[in-house]
């Protein structure tokens, strides 16, 4: 016989779980082999690649253990260590990243990270 109808869970005893997950279609790293580490200049040149697309695109010092927006030259200097050594993530995420990741990985084979 197929029960009709659930019993019914005291207010008290129910519990509403929320999840928010990002998944980033696209992601590239950058190791920091310059004997300077993550340079001014290096900074400048991959914010001004980041600000060619519309996508989100967040960079991640994986040994800082930090991340920003890397549209912005300020955030980027605020989070990033970038000593010699260091892998650096770079997340996009939007409608031409995978366009983004194409021009972050032609720039990383043109300039001394």
């Given at each position: 016989?197929?029960?009709?109808?659930?019993?019914?869970?005291?207010?008290?005893?129910?519990t509403l779980h929320t999840f928010n997950c990002t998944i980033a279609a696209k992601i590239t790293e950058i190791k920091i082999t310059n004997p300077n580490g993550f340079t001014p200049?290096?900074?400048?040149?991959?914010?001004?690649?980041?600000?060619?697309?519309?996508?989100r695109i967040t960079l991640t010092d994986t040994k800082a253990n930090t991340s920003c927006d890397l549209k912005s030259i300020m955030n980027v200097f605020g989070c990033i260590v970038g000593g010699?050594?260091?892998?650096?993530?770079?997340e996009f995420d939007?409608?031409?990243?995978?366009?983004?990741?194409?021009?972050?990985?032609?720039?990383s084979k043109e300039l001394d990270f």
């Amino acid at each position: 016989m197929l029960a009709t109808s659930c019993p019914r869970i005291p207010d008290t005893h129910r519990t509403l779980h929320t999840f928010n997950c990002t998944i980033a279609a696209k992601i590239t790293e950058i190791k920091i082999t310059n004997p300077n580490g993550f340079t001014p200049r290096l900074a400048a040149e991959l914010v001004e690649e980041a600000n060619n697309y519309e996508c989100r695109i967040t960079l991640t010092d994986t040994k800082a253990n930090t991340s920003c927006d890397l549209k912005s030259i300020m955030n980027v200097f605020g989070c990033i260590v970038g000593g010699v050594g260091t892998t650096l993530h770079i997340e996009f995420d939007g409608s031409d990243e995978a366009k983004a990741l194409a021009g972050f990985e032609t720039l990383s084979k043109e300039l001394d990270f």
